[in-house]
């Protein structure tokens, strides 16, 4: 009984912070359709704000509570500076293109971070008067826990009352489900968003900040709860803060009580349960489906034309600067060295990841945040192969392909069924769940559990978690760099050329009128689920390619090939390239593979790149092809980014 | 058009890759490759450790006549990333050999990288068992203890216990926290055939919920808690163990949790009284650690970390192993690896010629709160080498 109670209120208490951020992102989304990547790093700005204050102003009585909230203040104020400097500027962009703002965000908050306050964690400062446990049926709960577990319901009625009781909050639910009409009754918008981003933040900070008594500020902070947070919004309904208020409740609980009965589980736990709700409940526990005149009514995307001859004379100039780089290495090693071959390698892997992506993201109109999924499991597809049964690189290179489709076939069976926001993150959970697979070798537990009911010996490893399959290595006529090379090379223009006969076949036509019109594109007969479910796998088998051409390149493979921040590492390449272009993924995976490498050799290398991006959104938001928009590209004769696109 | 981009940033890369001269004369350079931006608290340690051998030995005339010199790249924590570098650091740098890493998954895609293209690899931290044993290559040597080696002590100093016989378990749940946990396990069931474990709880590395994790080893009624968490997770768990009395009249066993990196930013709350591994740098007495200590302190205006003492002790092996091999041939190299001896501020160390994995120990003893700060006490150093399976028992496990 006592143990029943005390389980139950931790469960409610850890939930207090989870939902504070939660909130925080689903009152920005809500408004202003910003995915904000960079919430994460407003939590930890709030502890690490917080713990400043604390020691500032002392941590006795009321200064310490002050502390607190200065903390959620400053950190409001950080995310208003985001809005007015950086996010007002990208609004008309495309739909998710200032979600590669926030990520430049975040890499540059990380270094500023860890140049102010160093790189060891700090422990958070104790609430005074509250470092003891209450005993509740003979079992002690911290008597900060209680603290913890009234703030959510306060919160939540003061938004309440926020939304609901001011003119401010009636202006903001208005922009909620209809940002033009808001519009056209002549409230000033840039204000209402500034303040959203203001509240939105502050809610974040707010939440690291009361975090503290219970942890403190570490660096690792930011992506540790955005995964979280996301899953609260999605399971909650985007949007909706009652939603986010009851998921994070469920998931405390779930939480808590899982971990008691299922010890295993607390890596795949969170992304289970959305997958559930997403499957029963596509818009979330309490939202609601997208209204129609909803967000920015974008103009009508240019359709996709063959390229011009300008552009096929520059792509083939491109081939053949390929095909003759090892000529040159082989003539001049001095100048191209071994290196270059290697990097450019890299550079064709991601060049076909992104394009595989963009695929099912650019005329499919659907964003996939896991597609890692596919890329490691096309990896995973071809070692397992390898290692259990000697398959030689020809098969494996085969498998992968085939395996990321089979893969795509499963998770697109659920997906498609979503659209937008909500599909997204379901594919982030699919591939969540994947990687925990591979990361906690389930298949090896399975085959021991059969094992032992049939009483075969199995093997002990399959995936081998988290040490990974080794020594998976290109056979020996292709060991060579140079041979590596000409395959890699091949069989990612091979791929590039694949998917683009795909998009200018009836087919692509298709995908292309369901995106613009789905409305429409039912009237005349079309099966749109059906097409988006073949996208999608075929999205998924390219990159597995991709996913198999990385394995043979690192002769490696961890379960970090299939997680989060390799997803988003390829959304950021589409997105900096263009997502309106076939072209741009291809310039956006080479320019972000670049730039990486080249910053990479720099301390603060974060910042750098973080600024890069930042920079690049601001000059070029319709990505590195809009360049040819620009003054000065005009100027270059690289003539207008949205008619040459194929 | 826009390929005019492609062209350019194909260009550009050529051109960067002229840009880089070939190597200088008398110079051998190591290649190291650590999480410097992904865990910097325990990698800058591990660097300046390194930087000052380094400059120790290039003061004393440098090795076979030639200067020492330390390319440091950053892996961002990402295996395919720590591939890429090693590569460019082979071709472009020209490095002589590869060392250092910290995770587990970077040290082992680094050893599998360096059996293929035949170069030597210094693990410096990396502790997963595989990295010497099951997955262990002819290039591939590794320095700190390993898990299994680190489990072991304790496991052997926790069998003095008589009383303690009901044990729980709770470690990050990745490869490292279930050897960890199941290295403890086996030594101390064959020392203790009736002590049995009652429960594990797995958090996810760096995600822990403290309260129920505590609530859930309550509910086990252990006498022995066998902790692997560590950094923010051993942090929220030693405070949340506190507050809720799940230490209390309990013996609470923690791998490296006596280590500074992890003890010391938990100040004032350490846990007192909790058998651990760690590093008590200010206490160590001997000539060879106090010369280190003055060194460090001098060049650093910072005390060490058990990354510092790593760092130092892996550029003392590539030191002696020059010496020893003569040449910066691979294979001669690796040859001189093999049993090689030397001296260090830990104390004696030598590199097994059956796994590659060195004796280097590690300190054990008990933690107090000493000035408001964690430490250690009643502790003393154990040889690596008493800990380490036998010839024939480590050749089973290393099946090549």
């Not at chain 1, 826990?145 to 903001?172: E, H, K, M, Q």
């Not at chain 1, 010890?263 to 409940?281: D, E, Y």
């Not at chain 1, 959304?571 to 990486?596: E, K, Q, Y």
């Not at chain 2, 030598?350 to 933690?367: C, E, K, L, P, Y």
Request: aromatic letters at 10%.
């Amino acid at each position: 009984m006592g143990d029943f109670i005390v389980t139950l209120l931790t469960g409610l208490s850890s939930a207090a912070a989870l939902f504070l951020v939660a909130s925080g992102l689903s009152i920005i989304f809500g408004v202003t359709r910003i995915v904000n990547f960079a919430h994460g790093s407003f939590y930890m700005l709030g502890s690490y704000i917080g713990v400043t204050m604390v020691t500032a102003l002392g941590s006795g009585g009321i200064a310490y509570w002050l502390a607190l909230l200065i903390a959620a203040v400053a950190v409001g104020v950080i995310g208003v500076a985001m809005e007015v400097l950086l996010l007002r500027r990208v609004y008309q962009a495309p739909e998710l293109f200032q979600l590669i703002a926030t990520f430049g965000v975040i890499l540059v908050i990380q270094d500023v971070t860890l140049w102010i306050w160093g790189p060891e964690d700090i422990v958070g400062p104790r609430a005074p008067g509250l470092s003891g446990a209450v005993t509740i049926f003979g079992e002690k709960l911290p008597e900060y826990d209680l603290v913890l577990i009234a703030v959510s319901p306060v919160v939540l009625i003061g938004l309440w009352l926020l939304f609901n009781r001011t003119r401010w909050g009636t202006l903001v639910r208005a922009a909620t489900l209809d940002r033009q009409m808001v519009a056209a009754l002549g409230v000033n918008q840039r204000w209402l968003f500034t303040g959203v981003l203001f509240l939105g933040s502050a809610l974040a900070g707010l939440g690291g900040a009361i975090q503290l008594p219970k942890g403190g500020a570490d660096l690792l902070m930011d992506f540790n709860i955005i995964a979280a947070a996301f899953v609260v919004v999605v399971v909650g309904g985007m949007g909706s803060i009652g939603g986010a208020f009851l998921a994070a409740m469920l998931i405390g609980l779930l939480q808590t009580f899982g971990i008691q009965i299922f010890p295993n589980s607390t890596l795949i736990l969170m992304f289970l349960v959305m997958a559930v709700v997403l499957i029963f409940r596509p818009w979330g526990l309490l939202g609601k489906p997208e209204s129609p005149g909803h967000g920015p009514v974008e103009a009508p995307e240019a359709p996709l034309r063959p390229a011009n001859r300008k552009l096929r004379i520059i792509g083939s100039g491109v081939l053949a600067f390929l095909l003759m780089l090892p000529v040159a290495h082989l003539l001049l090693p001095s100048i191209i060295g071994d290196f270059t071959l290697v990097l450019v390698v890299e550079i064709m892997i991601y060049v076909l990841f992104a394009a595989a992506l963009h695929f099912i993201m650019g005329p499919g109109g659907l964003v996939s945040f896991g597609h890692a999924a596919f890329f490691g499991g096309g990896a995973y597809a071809a070692a397992l192969m390898v290692k259990f049964t000697d398959a030689p690189m020809e098969i494996a290179f085969w498998v992968a392909p085939i395996g990321a489709a089979l893969l795509a076939i499963l998770f697109g069976w659920f997906c498609v069924r979503l659209t937008g926001v909500y599909f997204a993150m379901l594919t982030l959970a699919f591939a969540q769940i994947a990687w925990a697979i591979m990361f906690q070798d389930a298949p090896a537990s399975v085959a021991k559990a059969l094992g032992e009911w049939f009483g075969w010996t199995a093997v002990e490893q399959i995936t081998a978690g988290d040490d990974g399959i080794l020594g998976i290595w290109p056979a020996e006529w292709a060991s060579s760099r140079v041979t590596y090379y000409y395959l890699t090379v091949g069989l990612v223009v091979a791929g590039l050329l694949v998917l683009r006969r795909i998009l200018f076949a009836p087919f692509g036509y298709t995908l292309r009128a369901g995106r613009d019109s789905p409305l429409r594109a039912a009237a005349i007969g079309i099966d749109l689920k059906q097409h988006q479910w073949i996208a999608f796998t075929i999205s998924g088998a390219f990159a597995g390619l991709a996913g198999a051409l990385f394995v043979y390149s690192k002769g490696s493979v961890f379960p970090t090939s299939m997680e989060i921040a390799r997803s988003f590492d390829a959304l950021l390449m589409v997105l900096l390239g263009g997502v309106h272009s076939l072209v741009g993924p291809i310039v956006g995976a080479a320019t972000f593979t670049w730039l990486n490498d080249i910053f990479n050799e720099l301390s603060y290398w974060r910042f750098l790149l973080g600024a890069t991006i930042i920079a690049l959104v601001l000059l070029l938001p319709n990505g590195l092809v809009s360049l040819g928009d620009t003054s000065v590209g005009r100027r270059l004769g690289l003539g207008p980014g949205r008619e040459a696109l194929a | 058009m826009k390929l005019n981009l492609l062209l350019v940033t194909g260009v550009a890369l050529g051109a960067l890759s002229a840009v880089h001269p070939a190597i200088a004369e008398g110079e051998i350079k190591i290649g190291d490759i650590n999480s410097y931006t992904r865990l910097p608290a325990h990698t800058i340690p591990y660097k300046r450790g390194a930087q000052l051998a380094i400059e120790e030995i290039n003061k004393a005339g440098g090795v076979l006549g030639k200067k020492l010199v330390l390319v440091s790249r950053d892996d961002q924590g990402k295996p395919g990333e720590a591939v890429k570098i090693a590569e460019q650091l082979r071709s472009r740098d020209k490095v002589a050999l590869v060392s250092g890493s910290l995770f587990s998954h970077i040290g082992l895609a680094l050893a599998s990288w360096a059996k293929q293209r035949k170069m030597l690899y210094l693990a410096a931290e990396p502790l997963a068992d595989a990295l010497v044993w099951a997955k262990g290559n002819k290039y591939t040597f590794r320095l700190r203890p390993s898990t299994y080696m680190q489990a072991a002590m304790l496991a052997s100093e926790a069998a003095k216990k008589e009383n303690v016989k009901r044990w729980a378990t709770i470690a990050p749940n990745y490869a490292y926290g279930k050897d960890a946990v199941a290295a403890f396990k086996k030594v101390l069931k064959r020392l203790r055939p009736d002590v049995m474990f009652v429960g594990s709880q797995w958090p996810g590395l760096f995600k822990i919920d403290a309260g129920a994790e505590v609530q859930a080893l309550a509910k086990m009624k252990p006498d022995g808690i066998y902790n692997v968490t560590f950094g923010s997770d051993l942090a929220k768990f030693v405070r949340e163990g506190r507050t809720r009395g799940l230490f209390k009249d309990k013996l609470v066993v923690g791998l490296l949790t006596g280590e500074p990196e992890y003890l010391d930013p938990l100040k004032g709350e350490a846990p007192v009284g909790w058998l651990v591994t760690g590093y008590p740098w200010a206490d160590i007495q001997t000539a060879a650690h106090k010369k280190f200590l003055a060194a460090y302190q001098a060049r650093w205006k910072d005390y060490p970390r058990i990354g510092s003492i790593v760092g130092y002790n892996t550029m003392l092996a590539i030191n002696a192993m020059l010496k020893k091999a003569g040449s910066v041939d691979t294979e001669k190299m690796v040859t001189a690896m093999k049993g090689l001896k030397f001296d260090s501020p830990s104390g004696p160390i030598m590199f097994r010629a059956v796994d590659h994995q060195s004796t280097m120990g590690a300190w054990v003893g008990w933690t107090v709160l000493k000035d408001g700060m964690g430490a250690m006490a009643n502790w003393q150093y154990l040889d690596g080498a008493n800990f380490l399976p036998s010839v024939e028992e480590t050749k089973k496990l290393r099946k090549q």
